[in-house]
């Protein structure tokens, strides 16, 4: 119980020239939902890359289990995959098969299970996102919301003990908002898992995680539980709870002077 | 100069790792293909996209390019007063050349086409990305069946274009003009050689359906995920099946056929 699920040591990733990971240090406790935040572009979706081994680290290590996902050969890497769900930030489903074949497709990927069973499996996921009657729908007849609560019901078909979530407040109306917060904490005590949430949403991350982490600029420039970062002093903390454009986190994509830029003509 | 001779150089690397992703890709493909096999209503799905689904546009060529080659072969040979060796002329042709390389050509701009927009379209929506995440070898799952399923019905469809082309020669010179009918097939039969004609044609249309199958496969795995991207991997399939068909068979055509 003691070692975390997962545990990034000083990780530092780049897309060819451009770094953008420089030094992340941060722990995943087995049974806790942790949430990381940052600015957009600051690099989450790649952290969720590296722990799923999709990407590989320049530097540092990524141990889930203890095992050095960078290390894993291919067959090991699939074996540790089955037992982690991730929701993709654009939901990523099937778009040639249904809704119900895109959440039972894990499941008949890599069980024999009987498809009675499987359709009863694939009926409770699609339940538990409120979708059931949307069963028989393709997923181009989905709304955006839509779309992504299928998707969670994918990711978390396997039942497995890490989950990954990419975002899986946007594009919900405040109610599915509350409903698929509470699933997702719901979801990780029931199955004794561990999860990851990458969020903007701040209001609803205190309410249901554990643990926080905030990033910048390739570091982790904050962390706490909600109590710490509700009452923390902490500017870059302070920036995202009050929703303010000036501060520590950037808003803009590195660029040079916008004065220069527009007075000079194209750079 | 100089940078003629970089621009030259870095184009020749870039090819060769082309060649080299191909390669490992073909390899990889190949891998996969057993999973592809007991799983075979996947691969049996991609067959009728690929090959069902090209059968109109085959058969509809294939019958025009008889009508031509008949009307065209009756001139010629009328002027030499064997109008009698139509039925050889047209199958010849057709068992040949025409049929694999026409139908081929438009195996490409039709099922390969639509092959390279469907897995680039998957690489876009980041489909092969969640496949990976979920344990499943998108190459096993995605690829894998759909390069089967043009490898089996090219040959198929290179062969129903043979017939329709012989059947539109056979429309022409007998039905029309009134080349005599007994005379049609049986200098035909006499002049196709088995293992000579239809072998070698078949042999030709396998390897263009290889060759079209992995352009296609390739061109859309390898895209560059955006719009942009996937439309210039279609030109592409397009454009290199083309020249990967004309050039093989010129290659094979001089190995087969040299009449020496
Ligand atoms: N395939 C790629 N090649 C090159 N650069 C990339 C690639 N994917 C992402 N990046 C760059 O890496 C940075 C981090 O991207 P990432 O998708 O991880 O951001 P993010 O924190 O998830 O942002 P958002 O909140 O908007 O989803 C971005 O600045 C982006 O420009
Ligand atoms: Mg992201």
């Known amino acids: 119980m003691s070692e975390p699920l997962v545990s990034l040591e000083n990780v530092r990733f780049a897309y060819g020239e451009r770094t953008i990971l420089r030094d992340i240090s941060l722990s995943i406790p087995r049974g806790k939902v942790v949430a990381i935040m ?16 999709q990407e590989r ?14 290390k894993l050969g291919r067959d090991k890497l699939y074996a540790m995959r089955r037992r982690m769900g991730m929701l993709f930030q654009f939901g990523a489903l099937f778009t040639d098969i249904s809704v119900f074949d895109n959440v039972a497709f894990p499941l008949r990927e890599h069980t024999d299970l009987p498809p009675e069973l499987i359709n009863d499996l694939v009926l409770m996921k699609l339940h538990a996102v409120g979708l059931r009657g949307a069963a028989r729908l393709m997923p181009g007849e989905l709304s955006g919301g839509m779309a992504r609560r299928v998707a969670l019901a994918r990711t978390i078909a396997l039942d497995p003990m890490l989950l990954m979530y990419d975002e899986p407040f946007t594009g919900l109306d405040p109610i599915s908002l509350g409903v698929i917060g509470q699933l997702i904490r719901r979801l990780n005590d029931a199955l004794g898992a561990s999860s990851v949430i990458v969020t903007h949403d701040i209001q609803e991350s205190l309410q249901i995680v554990d643990y926080i982490y905030f990033i910048s ?10 109590e710490d970062i509700r009452k923390t002093s902490d500017p870059f903390v302070h920036q995202f709870v009050h929703a303010e454009a000036d501060g520590p986190v950037p808003f803009h994509y590195p660029a040079g002077d916008y004065a220069t830029a527009l007075v000079g003509g194209p750079a | 100069m100089g940078g003629v001779f970089r621009k030259l150089g870095s184009m020749a690397i870039d090819m060769v790792w082309q060649l080299g992703f191909i390669a490992r890709f073909f390899w990889l493909i190949l891998y ?48 030499y007063g064997s109008t009698d060796a139509m039925g ?14 026409v139908a081929g050509l438009l195996f490409a701009s039709r099922a390969g086409s639509a092959v390279t927009a469907e897995i680039g379209l998957m690489k876009v929506t980041e489909q092969l990305k969640a496949m990976d995440m979920m344990a499943v070898s998108p190459i096993a799952r995605v690829v894998a069946p759909r390069f089967w399923g043009g490898v089996v019905s090219m040959p198929l469809l290179a062969a129903m274009f043979s017939a329709m082309g012989i059947f539109g020669g056979w429309l022409i010179g007998v039905v029309f003009i009134g080349v005599d009918n007994g005379a049609f097939w049986s200098q035909m039969q006499a002049a196709v050689d088995f293992r000579y004609d239809v072998l070698n044609g078949v042999i030709k249309s396998c390897a263009f359906g290889v060759a079209v199958a992995l352009i296609a496969v390739f061109e859309g795995y390898d895209c560059v995920p955006t719009a942009e ?25 001089s190995f087969m056929f040299r009449g020496l």
Do not use: H, N
């Not at chain 1, 600029?217 to 909600?226: D, L, S």
């Not at chain 2, 047209?90 to 694999?100: C, F, H, I, Y």
């Not at chain 2, 991997?233 to 050039?247: D, F, N, P, Q």
């Open chain 1, 38 to 53: 940052g600015g957009s572009g600051c690099g989450k979706t790649t952290l969720l890359r590296l722990i799923g081994g």
């Open chain 1, 57 to 70: 680290a320049v530097g540092g290590r990524v141990l889930v289990d203890g095992q050095d996902v960078a």
């Open chain 1, 217 to 226: 600029e390739g570091r982790v420039v904050a962390e706490g539980t909600p």
């Open chain 2, 32 to 79: 996969y293909s057993g999973q592809s096999f007991t799983r075979l209503r996947l691969t049996i799905r991609e067959l009728y996209f690929s090959g069902v689904l090209s059968l109109l546009i085959i058969l509809v060529s294939g019958l025009f390019v008889g009508l031509v080659l008949g009307l065209q072969g009756y001139e010629i040979l009328q002027r």
């Open chain 2, 88 to 101: 050889t002329m047209v199958a010849l042709s057709l068992l040949r050349e025409l049929g694999p390389v």
């Open chain 2, 229 to 253: 991207g996937v439309s210039r991997a279609i030109t592409r399939t397009v454009v290199s099946s083309a020249l990967a068909i004309l050039a093989l068979d010129f290659v094979m055509t």
